[in-house]
């Protein structure tokens, strides 16, 4: 199958497998023996498969990673996710351990080996595409990593030869108070720290789980598992980028490009799939800025947060900015009408001021001017609840991102308030969704208290049908499916379908 | 079109773009025939929406109208300056004698580019300037230090930044077959820190104005992070350059730090990370306990600041502005007991209820524990203290950020670069302004030695030229040492495959 040598060879073992070399090794269709369940895929595939098992196996992978994609999206903490993916792991890429004693070990194996290594050509591509792809792959290997049999994950991780110095005695006494604030670990608790350069670990390094000495993490023994997966997202990385760079020869086989290409199509970046009919809605007529304050009725808490922000200082910061622009342009407000929308809403500014400083962010929001050629049809696209919860937290002054995420529970509950839900359960229950950082939940909880009776309505008369009422994950869709529910029997019930909102 | 903006022919090759070329690529700006006074500034707008939502908050501070260009001819011989009272800072004669004959060309070269032998380290670095029209030029590059004074002496930049160094020449980006050609390598770790930040518990002052008060502010975010980078990180060329008006920026130099990809920026940013959650966001530091080391340094070194800064100079906490810190306190019998005393003495100073809350613990109105208390206490003062950075400013490799030197164009005071070893005395208003060093050289008095003088020597700009020299000779030595101990491995025929 594979006859490009794209991938990132360990320098130690580079002899073993220069390239004149290969040329035979290649000629004997060398099925390789995989002695651990686990694997870093250093060495590429060297044995012929057929085009149907090329693409079979890429498909199986690929539905693995959408729905670790899927769990992180819905916010599923690791022991929800694992749960969740138990049953799709074992339909689609099953991989047991060595304890089983399955006959079909090698196979399960050899499947997980090269399906990994045809997505790695699918998707190397584009920036965009290999992040998210080093990232699914990076949250696969530790859910495998987690759950494997633990004299076989020692055993693998030996046999990757990682060069960690341990902390010697006489330096472990003298750091011991340090060490121990640093690593979190119980006074008392006897334990091994490992000193790696810290760039080895920076997700340690983020979230101040080790010591830090110029330069050098001082990781303690139960971290392994983050320095392992570390270094597979390293060897990774620079391996994609090797794709990347290989990826034109590639090009010139014609069998494998349209698989290649259609496999990195269907995962696609959510972002890509917003189209401007998503944003007429039937009954709704040409929306003007003079609009918006009635619309904001039927927003979604985190647009009528920043609405209500807007208002009341007369001023929003940038973030806060685009993601409402680009929410408005969603809803269908043209480009002059935005203008106009930021123009009176800034009261207290200057013309000239505006001019200068905001209007031309308006219009780069809307494709008006800026960014490459492909881009300035559309513009930006409108944010989803999943790009707006991965975005960086608001800082002071700021107002933008997902209220169920940033408020604290008590300022959630007056803001909800303030937008008239007073009812105590669903205040309550809120309250429970947002401590199990289920952010969507609360949201689409919200919604169906406040359009109970219209969504009642819909499904009683049978005009809605389920997928109607799909759990909401895009602000746009929350306001079109809220507008449509409220202006029932004006003539447009049904017509919310259309095109599905990307989510 | 006037003459001064119009880019000069380069080596680089760029002489022949024109707009033509320009409107076939699909990487090409968009400038609206409205917008676009002249081809030459076709190349303005390719600014990624992201950045310039970001940019635009914490540099709001422009004049509010762009002076125009004058036509005049550049003067072969810098000729003296006429300040007088009506002279701005962004006057073209005053920009252009600026740069002429103040701006630090020869060092910024240095610093940039590792070694006095010009190299991609700086051939291939971007840097982005905003001209005097307000319209922001990406992608420039310069393969000497004097072609880059040329081109600012030009265009007169109100300002200009820096950017990545690029895999090749970022002049070329649009002649390369693959986009992925074109890739950001390397650049400083960058840190900005900016006083908006501050605004909920400042109390001196609002907006962009800032006085010796709160620049305290800004000067112990400067010793955390400072000490962090060095003595965790084990960075050893850090500058910090005051931003010319309400903040600063740090440049980590180090070879370790510039190669560093973006998810090692991020775990640096969110190592020195701590307040977290917008305004609505309730109490924002909520620490485990035992402290990190790093957290616990930092809060030794916060205390006193704590004390004089905010409990003396801001007084966060006077009349009723006590409720803030009464929801920071865990403990409600503790709470109540204390609003009761204040409420019938609501004109205690600060200083007076931070001690109220132990005095009445200690009477018995406490439900917790007091070591719960002083936890609370240290969350407080950790968020009255702990620095509040632009994080998204360090998370990005090809993030751009002002240079310094350059003038800010609200103050006109140049963003000179900070001695840490004596951070505590500088003074953000006494900074020279760049009117006031043209004056300076004016009143020169030559000595008559022998020794030619430059004309920054002459000035207040001199000691902050001479500290950056001293740092960029640092910088140099070291890069030295470390490429003299490479190629001594390679000649003993250790070849460096990685
Ligand atoms: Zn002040």
Redesign the interface.
């Known amino acids: 199958m594979i006859r490009h040598d794209y991938s990132r060879v360990d320098p130690k073992r580079r002899t073993h497998i220069d390239p004149k070399k290969r040329q035979f090794a290649k000629a004997e269709f060398q099925q390789q023996n995989y002695e651990h369940r686990l694997n870093f895929y250093i060495l590429p595939p060297t044995a012929e498969i057929t085009l149907e098992e090329f693409e079979t196996w890429a498909i199986n992978r690929l539905k693995v990673l959408s729905e670790l994609e899927a769990c992180s999206f819905r916010n599923r903490s690791p022991e929800e996710t694992s749960e969740y993916m138990t049953s799709i792991l074992n339909k689609y890429l099953p991989l047991r351990s060595n304890s089983s004693r399955s006959q079909s070990l090698q196979d399960e194996r050899k499947k997980d080996h090269y399906s990994h290594f045809i997505l790695r050509l699918a998707f190397s591509a584009t920036e965009d595409l290999r992040r998210r792809f080093s990232r699914l792959e990076t949250m696969l290997f530790r859910l495998r990593f987690k759950d494997d049999d633990l004299r076989e994950r020692q055993e693998f991780v030996r046999s990757l030869n990682l060069e960690w110095e341990e902390v010697k005695e006489d330096e472990k006494r003298e750091l011991r108070d340090e060490l121990v604030a640093a690593s979190r670990s119980k006074k008392g608790e006897e334990q091994d720290w490992f000193k790696v350069d810290w760039e080895r670990v920076p997700e340690l390094v983020e979230q101040r789980k080790v010591l830090l000495k110029r330069g050098k993490a001082y990781v303690p023994q139960r971290e392994q598992m983050s320095l392992v997966v570390a270094e597979f997202t390293k060897r990774l990385d620079e391996a994609l980028e090797l794709t990347a760079r290989a990826l034109p020869r590639l090009d010139e086989d014609d069998r494998l490009a349209p698989i290649l290409s259609h496999l990195s199509q269907s995962f696609n970046a959510p972002d890509a799939a917003y189209s401007s009919s998503d944003a007429s809605i039937d009954g709704l007529s040409i929306i003007t800025a003079n609009a918006i304050d009635t619309l904001s009725q039927n927003f979604p808490l985190c647009m009528q947060n920043l609405h209500m922000t807007l208002r009341a200082n007369s001023h929003l910061k940038h973030y806060g900015r685009l993601q409402y622009t680009l929410f408005l342009k969603g809803i269908g407000l043209s480009l002059e009408e935005c203008i106009v929308f930021w123009r009176r809403s800034f009261k207290l500014m200057t013309d000239d001021k505006f001019q200068k400083e905001y209007k031309y962010n308006v219009r780069h929001a809307y494709g008006d001017v800026g960014g490459d050629a492909n881009r300035r049809g559309r513009g930006y696209t409108p944010y989803s609840c999943q790009k707006i919860l991965t975005e960086p937290v608001p800082g002071p002054g700021q107002a933008h991102g997902c209220p169920y995420r940033t408020f604290t529970s008590d300022n959630l509950t007056s803001l909800l308030q303030r937008v008239g839900i007073n009812d105590r359960d669903v205040l309550k229950t809120v309250k429970e969704d947002v401590s199990k950082q289920r952010y969507h939940v609360a949201c689409n909880r919200v919604f169906e208290h406040t359009h109970k009776r219209e969504i009642k309505k819909v499904k009683d008369d049978g005009t809605w049908s389920a997928t109607d009422l799909d759990t909401i994950v895009h602000p746009n869709t929350y306001f079109k499916r809220s507008w449509l529910l409220k202006h029932l029997g004006e003539g447009n019930a049904g017509i919310v379908n259309g095109e599905k909102m990307e989510e | 079109m006037p003459h001064s903006v119009t880019p000069e022919p380069t080596p680089g090759g760029d002489s022949s773009r024109t707009i033509s070329q320009a409107t076939m690529d699909?990487?090409?700006?968009?400038?609206?025939m409205a917008?676009a006074p002249s081809p030459a500034e076709a190349e303005t707008?390719?600014?990624?929406?992201?950045e310039?939502?970001?940019d635009?908050?914490s540099d709001?501070e422009?004049g509010?109208?762009a002076p125009l260009i004058k036509s005049e001819e550049e003067p072969s011989q810098p000729e003296p300056i006429k300040i007088t009272s009506k002279s701005t800072y962004s006057d073209p004669e005053i920009m252009r004698a600026f740069y002429q004959r103040l701006f630090p060309f020869r060092y910024l070269f240095q610093w940039l580019n590792h070694s006095a032998v010009p190299s991609n380290d700086f051939a291939h670095r971007e840097f982005a300037f905003t001209l005097p029209n307000?319209a922001y030029l990406r992608y420039q590059s310069f393969p000497t230090a004097d072609m880059l004074r040329r081109q600012c002496i030009q265009m007169l930049p109100s300002r200009f930044e820096i950017g990545p160094v690029y895999s090749t020449n970022p002049r070329d980006r649009k002649t390369l077959r693959?986009a992925?050609a074109f890739r950001p390598l390397a650049k400083e770790l960058v840190f900005d820190i900016d006083m908006?930040?501050?605004?909920?518990i400042r109390t001196c002052c609002t907006g962009a104005s800032i006085c010796h008060k709160c620049w305290a502010f800004i000067t112990m975010a400067i010793k955390v992070v400072d000490v962090a980078l060095r003595?965790?990180?084990?960075?050893k060329h850090i500058m910090w350059v005051y931003s010319g008006r309400r903040g600063a920026h740090a440049w980590v130099c180090d070879k370790?730090a510039r190669e560093?990809d973006d998810?090692?920026r991020?775990?640096?940013?969110?190592?020195l990370e701590l307040?977290?959650?917008?305004?609505?966001?309730?109490?924002r530091v909520n620490v485990?306990r035992?402290?990190?080391?790093?957290?616990?340094r930092s809060l030794n070194i916060l205390k006193e600041h704590f004390q004089s800064t905010i409990l003396a100079e801001q007084d966060p906490w006077a009349e009723d502005k006590s409720a803030h810190l009464l929801n920071l306190l865990p403990d409600p019998t503790l709470r109540s007991a204390l609003q009761k005393k204040w409420d019938s003495s609501p004109s205690r100073p600060s200083a007076s209820k931070w001690s109220d809350i132990d005095n009445v613990a200690k009477s018995g109105a406490l439900s917790k524990t007091s070591r719960d208390l002083l936890e609370a206490k240290q969350d407080i003062v950790l968020e009255y203290t702990y620095p509040?950075l632009?994080?998204?400013v360090s998370k990005k490799l090809n993030h751009l950020l002002k240079s310094p030197f350059v003038v800010h164009p609200g103050t006109g005071r140049v963003c000179v670069p900070i001695d840490t070893r004596k951070v505590e005395q500088f003074d953000p208003l006494g900074v020279p302004t760049v009117t006031q060093l043209l004056t300076e050289i004016d009143e020169w008095e030559d000595d008559e030695s022998e020794k030619k003088v430059q004309d920054w020597e002459k000035t207040s700009l001199k000691p902050y030229v001479d500290y950056f020299r001293g740092f960029v000779a640092g910088l140099l030595k070291e890069e030295k040492e470390k490429s003299g101990i490479k190629r001594e491995r390679e000649e003993n025929g250790e070849a460096m495959?990685?």
Do not use: C, W
């Not at chain 2, 699909?26 to 609206?32: A, Y």
């Not at chain 2, 003595?231 to 960075?235: A, I, V």
């Not at chain 2, 035992?290 to 616990?296: A, G, I, Q, R, T």
């Open positions: 699909p990487e090409s700006p968009d400038i609206p917008d707008t390719k600014v990624n929406l992201e310039l939502f970001n635009e908050d709001a422009f509010s109208s307000d693959k992925s908006t930040d501050y605004d909920d003595e965790d990180f084990g960075f370790r560093m998810a090692k991020r775990a640096i940013a969110g190592y307040l977290k959650g917008g305004d609505q966001g309730g109490k485990r035992p402290l990190h080391p790093h957290l616990d509040r632009d994080a998204e495959e990685f």
